[in-house]
C-alpha cells in the first residue's frame, strides 16, 4: 500500500451528513439508528449501509459510526487524487480517532494494490493500515499488488 498520499485532510473538517429511509433516536443512550440504503457522506468520504448505528458519547467530533449489511461500502479520494475503497460485513468509523475498523470479509483497495482479510484497522489520515486474518489456521491475510502495465512504457 502506498504511504505517499494522505487523506483529504479538508474532509475531517466538512459535516457528516447521513440519508437513510428511516431512523430511530434513543435520547437518553445517546444512540442513533439508520435503517435502509443509508448513504453517509463527510467531504470525500462515502459510506454505504443497509444499517448505520451513530453512538455519540464522547461530545462532538468524537462520534462513533458502525455501519453493517451484506456489504458495507466506504469510498474517500486521497490529495493526489488516488483512491480508497473498502468493504466488509462492518465497518467501524470513529470520526475522532479518524480511524476505520474492517470487520468480517474485509477488503482495501488503494491504488493498484489489495488486501484482504478478517480484519483490517485502517488509520485514514496516516494511511496506516493492519489487517489480521480470522482464527481458522486456514484464513490468511491475502495482499496483491498489481505490476505496472508494460504496454505503456
Do not use: C, W
Not at 504511504?3 to 445517546?30: G, M, P, Y
Not at 464522547?58 to 466506504?74: D, H, L, R, S
Amino acid at each position: 500500500m502506498s504511504n505517499s498520499a494522505l487523506a483529504l485532510e479538508s474532509d475531517f473538517q466538512e459535516n457528516v451528513v447521513v440519508n437513510a429511509k428511516r431512523q430511530e433516536v434513543f435520547i437518553k443512550e445517546n444512540r442513533v439508528i439508520f435503517y435502509d440504503n443509508v448513504v453517509v457522506t463527510q467531504g470525500t468520504i462515502l459510506i454505504h449501509a443497509d444499517k448505520l448505528t451513530v453512538l455519540s458519547s464522547g461530545g462532538k467530533g468524537t462520534e462513533v459510526m458502525i455501519a453493517t449489511g451484506n456489504v458495507a461500502t466506504f469510498y474517500q479520494e486521497l490529495d493526489d487524487g488516488k483512491k480508497i475503497n473498502a468493504e466488509s460485513n462492518e465497518i467501524r468509523y470513529e470520526l475522532g480517532r479518524k480511524r476505520l475498523t474492517l470487520s468480517k470479509n474485509a477488503r482495501l483497495r488503494q491504488a493498484d494494490s489489495e488486501v484482504k482479510g478478517d480484519k483490517i484497522i485502517y488509520q485514514i489520515d496516516k494511511q496506516e493500515m493492519i489487517a489480521e486474518s480470522g482464527k481458522n489456521e486456514s484464513d490468511r491475510v491475502i495482499t496483491i499488488f498489481t505490476p505496472e502495465d508494460t504496454k505503456t512504457k
